[in-house]
């Protein structure tokens, strides 16, 4: 599968939500825990060797399992797979929780159904639609329980 | 660099809503442009990610662009209902795409615009914070019998750093013009917020984090204990009621995407 890996480059280089030098390691046979600068932009989390520019790997966070694993340590794996574990080992248990919480709402889906949950209340609260007002209202992917295509 | 190439693809073909699709004609590029040709391909825009399949029944996709930070123009090409994808960095390379008509094409130019992660981000703390100030204003309500909702709009509405989108431009001789992909909301101040909360004035509210955040990643830990334990009592956002709301749509949509591969939709 092509894609622009320039700009996935490029957003690499952009201010992070959070990043930090964890141990970590790849599903891979043989594999052992490595620091690595890692670094969650947008749903994407890059992981760099630590004195490297460019990453070595990016992870799109989207249909993700972010589970925390024993003291300090976490794990991503994608639905597809799940016994294929990215496991992150960090300093302090509190470093871990932070880590987890940021990676579950790092997805486009999770900030999707915030996005519908919060124009739900609001609804339901006040009786207007608050999307009305920026003409998005009608947006598929603002219904709820919204299947489309 | 690597990517977890497999989960994307996954990601691209599961079942989870698409913002939109439809095919489009993506211009070739050649080195010594020998002329210009299309192929046509089957466009499927989830998030910030736009896919592109050879048939509209592949299985995989053949490519995919990622649209953070792009740019969506109309085109000066010398096809019809053209439009292009670009990005800021020089020497990048731009995609331009070609719709079936005008509807198509605006609806297109529309999507990709809003695609990206800012721009979510800002709609959806901007309601985070209507919700907050909903409750605050029935609270009040209960105290008095006037509605108070429309003077809480009021103040969002003179918020200068979130302007309502205008579905049109105002002009419209030559088409649109340039929308950016998450140009179009914030008027000036430093909407991207990458570094968790601390935007310029006026400030949108910091990431809270509360002591009902739970590991089910609800979206809504972010209002603060005290709302939590609002004595507006039916309408409070307690932690089960939450729960509850956020998990009648998963068993939805987990009982949809079963069926769905019962019959055995690709």
């Not at chain 2, 509605?147 to 709009?153: G, K, L, N, T, V």
Request: glycine share 6%.
């Amino acid at each position: 599968m092509r894609y622009n890996e320039r700009e996935l480059l490029s957003l690499a280089r952009q201010p992070a939500e959070k990043a930090a030098e964890i141990r970590m390691s790849v599903p891979k046979k043989g594999s052992v825990l490595k620091k690595r600068l890692v670094k969650l932009v947008v749903n994407f989390l890059f992981y760099f060797r630590t004195d490297e520019a460019e990453p070595i790997g990016a992870l799109l966070l989207e249909h993700c399992r972010v589970t925390k694993e024993e003291e300090n340590v976490f794990s991503i794996s994608f639905i597809e797979e799940p016994e294929r574990k990215y496991c992150f080992e960090c300093a302090t248990e509190e470093q871990c929780q932070e880590w987890v919480e940021a990676l579950r709402r790092a997805s486009y889906e999770f900030l999707r159904r915030s996005l519908i949950f919060y124009r739900n209340e609001i609804q339901k609260m006040t009786g207007k639609d608050p999307l009305e007002q920026y003409g998005i209202s009608e947006e598929a992917r603002f219904q709820l329980g919204a299947h489309r295509q | 660099m690597k990517l977890n190439e497999r989960s994307v693809a996954h990601y691209a073909t599961c079942d989870s809503p698409a913002d939109h699709a439809g095919f489009l004609r993506k211009r070739v590029e050649r080195h010594h442009h020998h002329g210009t040709s299309y192929q046509r391909r089957w466009f499927v825009l989830k998030g910030n990610l736009l896919f592109y399949f050879e048939e509209r029944e592949s299985r995989e996709p053949v490519g995919l662009v990622v649209l953070e930070g792009c740019t969506v123009e109309l085109c000066e090409a010398a096809e019809e209902f053209a439009f292009a994808i670009r990005f800021d960095d020089a020497g990048a390379r731009a995609y331009v795409l070609v719709a079936d008509g005008q509807a198509a094409m605006e609806a297109w130019v529309k999507a990709l615009s809003r695609a990206s992660f800012d721009y979510m981000r800002l709609v959806v703390r901007e309601l985070e914070k209507q919700l907050e100030e909903a409750c605050k204003s029935l609270a009040a309500c209960r105290k008095s019998p006037r509605r108070s909702s429309s003077s809480s709009r009021k103040r969002h509405l003179s918020n200068p750093a979130l302007l309502p989108l205008q579905e049109k431009p105002t002009t419209l001789e030559n088409g649109y013009s340039t929308w950016g992909s998450g140009g179009c909301v914030a008027s000036g101040a430093a909407c991207t917020d990458p570094d968790g909360g601390q935007t310029k004035p006026p400030p949108l509210p910091p990431r809270r984090r509360s002591a009902a955040s739970s590991a089910t990643g609800c979206p809504v830990p972010g209002l603060s204990p005290g709302l939590l334990e609002s004595p507006v009592s039916p309408e409070t956002i307690c932690f089960s009621k939450l729960h509850n709301w956020y998990g009648q749509e998963i068993a939805v949509l987990r009982r949809e995407w079963q069926e769905r591969q019962k019959r055995g939709h690709p």
